[in-house]
């Protein structure tokens, strides 16, 4: 394995301009396609900035809030290979218009049932259950589109074109993380108050859905191939490097215990869970921290979630590409920034301290991740590629079945105390890190 930390860690380029990355598809349908990708990022990450304010609005203890957070995470992650597999038989603009009535189902449902307990129409227990099931709608069918979008885009390019269209794909998603938070607080009016947002993106995925029927074709591909599973959109969590799209093949399988790929998977489990927990209590530090009423704090939320959001990209569009670490590296000192970061956001007053500690804790973890993901990768054969990249899928939603829940659990014993003890965590990583791999190059 020392081949891993020897060498650079190669990224795509995220942001190669749009007009470059579409060349080999017509602009109004490469338009489409990205469209779909960034109303399916920025709706869900829009909704999760507004999930403190609604349920601190409705009553509804924060734990609960939580575990609605982690629900579509879930059932993205269950979902989301099924649906890659499917491209090919059931159809890539097929997958698309699935994924878009999902995204709209789920905005509407949610949106109406938060809109009547805000009004005091429904009781807080009910406005919960249903909402829930809204937020399992889009974690199970929402997860269709971007399978469908990537092989759709990878079945009609070649070569350098297909890579260029592929990360122009993938940035739309990390764009999405900032625009979601930053609109927002625009759509919060009378009488929908903070339903309004999910209305409106409800309303915006159907303009897109109306496009998708109407002009884009689902013409005979010139080659098979299947979409990359995309991680679950969250607010600054996305991985924007470009997926890769292969050819339909068999791959080879993977063990989670095979001793190439486990130290790895150790890393991605418990980084991810630092940050799920992070993720999980933001919001309410905002409210508490800054002593805010719910219905006035969402423009604060959204300041800092887009300096999370910015940070992380930052790291991984341009901070990453220039310092040409190893992934080991990456992993070491993303671990550090984001646990010095965690902490300060657990102790620090004004919405100006807690915005830039955020930001350095997620600028921290866009190091962290890719290193874990691309470590993951290098450290398996070429054959075994699309196992390790679904095994590395399931490790980037494995933290958010309880970690959201636990840091608010943690967050109502003391409030600084989830902030902490990601800190605590993320520093005990990069220690184990340092002992484990011990990278030898200047690199790293």
Not at 59 to 66: E, K, P, R, T, Y
Not at 91 to 98: Q, S, V
Request: glycine residues 12%.
């Amino acid at each position: 394995m020392d081949r891993i930390f020897s060498g650079t860690f190669p990224m795509a380029e995220a942001n190669k301009s749009s007009n470059e990355a579409a060349s080999a598809l017509p602009r109004d349908r490469f338009a489409l396609l990205f469209a779909v990708m960034l109303v399916a990022a920025a709706g869900n990450t829009a909704m999760q900035s507004l999930m403190p304010s609604i349920g601190r609005n409705l009553g509804i203890a924060d734990l609960w809030v939580a575990v609605a957070f982690s629900l579509s995470a879930v059932l993205w992650v269950v979902a989301a290979p099924h649906w890659a597999r499917r491209a090919d038989h059931r159809g890539r603009r097929a997958l698309m218009r699935l994924g878009l009535y999902g995204f709209i189902a789920s905005m509407l449902i949610c949106g109406i049932v938060a809109a009547a307990g805000l009004h005091g129409w429904l009781a807080p227990g009910i406005v919960f259950i249903i909402f829930s099931l809204g937020r399992g709608i889009y974690g199970w069918w929402g997860s269709a589109s971007p399978p469908g979008v990537q092989a759709y885009v990878a079945a009609r390019t070649e070569g350098e074109q297909r890579t260029n269209a592929l990360a122009a794909i993938a940035s739309s998603f990390g764009l999405g993380t900032i625009i979601g938070p930053a609109i927002a607080p625009l759509f919060v009016f009378e009488p929908l108050g903070l339903a309004g947002p999910l209305i409106v993106f409800a309303l915006i995925g159907m303009v897109v859905l109306a496009a998708l029927i109407l002009h884009l074709p689902d013409d005979t591909p010139k080659r098979p191939a299947r979409g990359q599973v995309v991680d679950y959109p969250t607010m600054g969590g996305v991985n924007t490097q470009a997926p890769l799209v292969e050819e339909v093949q068999a791959s080879a399988k993977l063990s989670w215990n095979d001793r190439r790929i486990l130290p790895w998977n150790i890393i991605g489990v418990v980084g991810g869970h630092g940050y799920a927990a992070l993720l999980g209590v933001i919001g309410f530090l905002v409210i508490d921290r800054l002593s805010l009423q719910p219905e006035h704090a969402q423009q604060s939320i959204a300041i800092v979630l887009m300096a999370g959001a910015v940070a992380t990209l930052l790291a991984q569009w341009w901070l990453i590409p220039q310092l040409h670490l190893s992934p080991a590296s990456l992993v070491l000192w993303g671990s550090l920034l984001a646990a010095v970061g965690s902490a300060l956001t657990g102790v620090v007053d004004g919405v100006y301290g807690i915005t830039m500690s955020f930001a350095l804790a997620s600028l921290g973890f866009g190091l962290y991740r890719p290193g874990f993901t691309g470590g993951a990768s290098l450290s398996v054969a070429p054959h075994e590629q699309n196992a390790a990249a679904g095994m590395v899928t399931s490790v980037n939603g494995l933290p958010y079945i309880v970690g959201p829940a636990v840091g608010v659990a943690l967050y109502g014993l003391w409030m600084p105390l989830p902030f902490l003890l990601t800190g605590a965590l993320m520093v005990a990583l990069a220690f184990w890190v340092s002992l484990r791999f011990r990278p030898s190059s200047p690199a790293a």
